[in-house]
């Protein structure tokens, strides 16, 4: 069996570089297109490659965000474990108190993280 060969009339190929990383579009059509349809294809093109790097920076924000709450956590669990070591639970402070109740509201809602996808 002989493969195929196709013959493309028009091609089109959008590039952008955004944050070191690099998106491409490729389209192409068999049909014999004008100008103004090789124009629309391009544009569509353009912005497939426009809702890339924007799902990109969707992504890294997301990233950037999950790692610096991972450090507050982690300061968090610090000082939590300082207060329950040093002071019995009758002299906390207010202030004390809410970091331990925060503490506690953060391993609740582990429960329900899921992964997402972008």
Known sequence: MKPKIIKVAA???VMRSYDYN?????????????DK???SMRIRAA???DHAIESYKIKKEHENRIANEICTRKDLENKVKAIIEN???????S????????LD??????QFNYEEEY
Do not use: G, M, R, Y
């Open 11 to 13: 091609s089109v190929k």
């Open 22 to 34: 690099h998106f491409e579009c490729i389209l192409s059509s068999e049909e014999k297109l004008d």
């Open 37 to 39: 349809q090789i124009n």
């Open 47 to 49: 912005k497939l490659v």
């Open 87 to 93: 002071f019995p639970k009758s002299q906390w402070t």
């Open 95 to 102: 202030e004390q108190k809410a970091q331990v109740k925060k």
């Open 105 to 110: 509201d953060l391993k609740f809602a582990d």
